[in-house]
């Protein structure tokens, strides 16, 4: 009979959770499993759903610290051990980076981090004969964690080089510094209401944006918040609020959302009384999308299609969010630093210069065409319109005013795009701060 890979499962108390947490820092650094599947979708471990409520709220909390301190955590692993982590050590790592990211960063105290990840290892065949190891290291880092990370640079450590090279290139040290610092704190909920901004501030206990979205420090289960079963609001950054409010008045207008799912955007044009034709090629995201819809009560036409060969139109307008390397969204997805690579960003540029040509075949002459990315590198931005107005001479910018609207004042580049930072709308608490980096520039067809 073959042996079990895993010996039966501790019955130490927090031991489900911490096994959880591993498995996910497991599928996110060796196997490149986005965390949002982990979390919440078809991809999450079969122990996560056997957890209650708290306890899946604790995986989230160390998960989460993990990642976004990752590059630290690894540091003070590496700086206790003369020859490095020993090659197929099954879950040796992930124990010990969520025994360090307890220790060094959250509140648990220091014995049970430790006691729970040696247990881990030791219920793992391949990283049992490593409990010692992992007791010692862990040890050490409560004992000296401080001490160990002297002389180096949080920020430099907890984020891939490459990353904060692009962005001193492009925005300066200063702001580069800035963004990195965000990705370290958990970001706030933002919502977007139907209508009533300030009585649904004041009942989720939370404040109004200036551009009008609803934001609060998220506390339990977003379908548990009052509105929520009602579709009175939908989570969705600020940020990613404005691209489809820059087409104005769409009351009546056929708009076509390309790469449209999970639809907060569809949602807002559907709210504003278009007549919006929701475009993505994924199936199951589209069913996220009509499920929107549904507890929203709002109407939208869904098409399950490759935007590069929908035919349809000519639309009134056009909104096309195109798929990017997401580097905007860090902050709230803490794995993608460590899952996406330079090269993953040139490829994304070519499909999104597709994509705009087919957004531009789609829309009528006169016709508006917002393009956005949740993207902090310019080639997903400001050098994709640039490259389009120079090869499509049918097209031009509409350039965005920072008065058209409420809460632009800083937002729009001197050629009349939009720009969103993290490090942009600082809060005295840090909770309370920050915008997901967005790009989004407005065009007409000629
Ligand atoms: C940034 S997300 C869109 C978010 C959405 N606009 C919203 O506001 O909720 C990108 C979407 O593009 C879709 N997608 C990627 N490539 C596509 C393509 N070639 N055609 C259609 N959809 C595509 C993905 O399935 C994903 O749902």
Known sequence: MPRPAFSPPSQAPGFAARRVAAEIVEGVLHRGRPLDEQLDGAGAPPGLAMLGERDRALVRRIVATTLRRLGTLRHLIGATLDRGLPPEAGRLESALLVGAAQIHVLDIPDHAAVDLSVRLVQADRRSARYSGLVNAVLRRIARSGAELLADRDPLTLDTPAWLLERWT?????????????????????????????????????????????????????????????????????????????LLGDVAGLSIADLCAAPGGKTLQLAQAGAKVTAVDRSEPRLARLRENLR??????????????????????????????????????????????SEAEVTTLAGLQAALLDRAVALVRAGGTIVYCTCSLEPEEGEAQIEALLARDSRVVRRPIAADERPGLAGLVTATGDLRTLPCHWPDAEPRMGGLDGFFAARLVRR
Do not use: N
Not at 190 to 202: F, H, I, R
Not at 302 to 307: E, H, I, M, N, R
Not at 324 to 333: F, K
């Open 295 to 340: 507890r929203t009560g709002l109407a939208a036409e869904t098409v399950a299609a490759d935007v590069a060969t929908f035919e349809g139109g000519p639309f009134d307008a056009v909104l096309l969010d195109a798929p990017c390397s997401s580097t905007g969204t860090m902050r709230r997805h803490p794995d993608i630093p460590w899952r996406k």
């Open 169 to 245: 290139r492009h925005y300066g040290a200063e702001v580069a510094r800035g963004i990195a610092a965000v990705h370290a704190v958990e970001p706030p909920l933002d919502l977007t209401v139907k209508a009533d901004p300030e009585g649904w501030a004041a009942r989720l206990r939370g404040k109004v944006l200036p551009t009008g979205s609803v934001r609060l420090v998220p506390h339990g289960a977003v379908s548990a918040m009052p509105g929520y079963a009602e579709g009175e609001w939908w989570v969705q950054d600020a940020a990613a609020a404005i691209p489809a409010r």
